[in-house]
């Protein structure tokens, strides 16, 4: 990917690094120290090309000449002043950066971490936002911000000595044996979690979660939660270390605002919360056996679904399933609406085709949504079907349709999958 800045004043004019000597700079260049050299016998200096600038834009005097900057094979390209907008950095400081100059390709080569100069130079551009890429680890960008010598207040307060710590230990199994040991607990939780979420409903280990507690002094019986059902007790130890999971992570996070943002931090707070909420519901009302048929009640324990997604930290391929589907949300989105577009184009012509049958199942267009959506993605399950020629002819044209719309977004998302595929296993990196 190559990041770029142009002036939008300049016309044909271009800077670049060469073998002359300098042409419109002296010794009081606030760019430039009097008379530095980028390598022996004065190659590399800067010169200015002869092409005529704008007269409203002086760019010898704002320092705008492109510069290209080359990390292990990957070029960016960007404006001096960008990088002189921090002196005390590496690549802010003249005599710092000149170490990497390469005479004979015009360029800074430096042999760093390729993703990880992409926040660098936006941290340059941004005028001091640091943001890491989500596929670089902790530790990893670390270094390069100190090798890059952004400044000390910087670096600490992206850090912050312990509640990094505790991220890596959450977020980065391969930062310690302990991290590793964390993770490894956590997804056989995830897993005990799942399999008990299947496993109690099956026939055989239906119960009561009310128990017959305590005799009433005139004669009845108190009905309470039953805290040792095993289902219960397993669910209890696993919700015990979600909590403490997602607070260490969200005491530890560098941003409280990205940290709550993120779409796998809500799925891992919807996991949580359906357990404390069935507590409050059993608890709060009189009658246990109506808190526990009860329709919220039922919602509550529904939600515990989403605990599925937790195994996305574990896992690869769910990781490149879920970055996927949100690099493609745009394609979706147009098929989503094409979808619905043809179904109520193909509900209706299908209902008129259909009006003068006695038998005919399509006694609405709303009725035919069904019929229409079952229809395109050739699902077909033939609960709802036309049963005049003129109305199969419409479910033929529906077919045919529906295989091109589904067709059509698929293109771009297998693309966006073999790309981060690529990036995530490590035989390529994600191009723009």
């Avoid at 902790?138 to 312990?162: H, N």
């Avoid at 779409?263 to 359906?274: E, K, S, V």
């Avoid at 996927?324 to 989503?336: A, D, V």
Wanted: a negative charge; proline letters at 4%.
């Amino acid at each position: 990917m190559i990041v770029g800045l142009q002036s939008s004043a300049m016309r044909k004019s271009e800077f670049s690094y060469n073998t002359d000597n300098y042409a419109s700079f002296d010794g009081n260049s606030p760019f430039f120290p009097s008379r530095s050299k980028y390598d022996d016998g004065g190659a590399g200096d800067v010169a200015l090309q002869e092409d005529e600038l704008c007269e409203s834009h002086d760019c010898a005097l704002v320092g705008c000449q492109r510069i290209i900057i080359n990390v292990s094979g990957q070029k960016y390209e960007t404006q001096l002043r960008t990088l002189n907008r921090y002196p005390e950095t590496l690549l802010g400081d003249p005599l710092k950066r000149k170490q990497f100059w390469d005479s004979r390709r015009n360029e800074f080569f430096i042999d760093r971490h390729r993703p990880s100069f992409q926040a660098i130079l936006y941290f340059y551009q941004s005028g001091g936002r640091l943001r890491r890429p989500i596929e670089v680890p902790e530790d990893i960008f670390v270094e390069e911000l100190e090798f890059y010598q952004l400044s000390e207040d910087v670096i600490l307060e992206y850090k912050g000595a312990r509640r990094r710590k505790i991220w890596l230990f959450c977020e980065e199994p391969d930062s310690s044996r302990a991290a590793k040991l964390f993770a490894i607990v956590s997804v056989i939780c995830i897993l005990i979690s799942i399999v008990s979420f299947c496993v109690e409903t099956l026939p055989q280990f239906e119960r009561d979660l009310c128990q017959n507690s305590t005799v009433l002094e005139n004669g009845g019986v108190e009905i309470e939660v039953n805290f040792n059902d095993v289902f219960f007790v397993l669910e209890a130890i696993c919700v015990s270390w979600f909590t403490a999971e997602f607070v260490m992570r969200l005491v530890s996070c560098p941003s409280k605002m990205t940290f709550c943002k993120n779409i796998m931090n809500i799925f891992d707070l919807l996991a949580i919360l359906p357990f404390f909420v069935s507590l409050v519901l059993l608890s709060s009302k009189n009658d246990c056996d109506a808190a526990n048929t009860g329709s919220s009640f039922i919602i509550v324990r529904v939600l515990r679904v989403f605990r599925v997604f937790k195994l996305s930290k574990h896992s690869q391929g769910l990781r490149i399933l879920g970055l996927t589907i949100k690099s493609s949300l745009r394609e979706l989105g147009m098929f989503f609406f094409f979808l619905v577009v043809a179904m109520v184009i193909f509900s209706s012509a299908a209902y008129y085709a259909e009006v003068g049958e006695p038998d005919s199942q399509l006694t609405s267009i709303p009725g035919g949504f069904w019929w229409a959506i079952v229809t395109m993605t050739t699902v077909g399950y033939g609960d709802v079907t036309p049963v005049g020629v003129w109305g199969k002819i419409v479910g033929a044209f529906c077919v045919v349709a529906g295989v091109l719309t589904i067709a059509l977004p698929v293109p771009v998302v297998v693309a966006n999958f073999n790309n981060f595929y690529k990036h995530e296993s490590g035989h390529g990196y994600i191009s723009s």
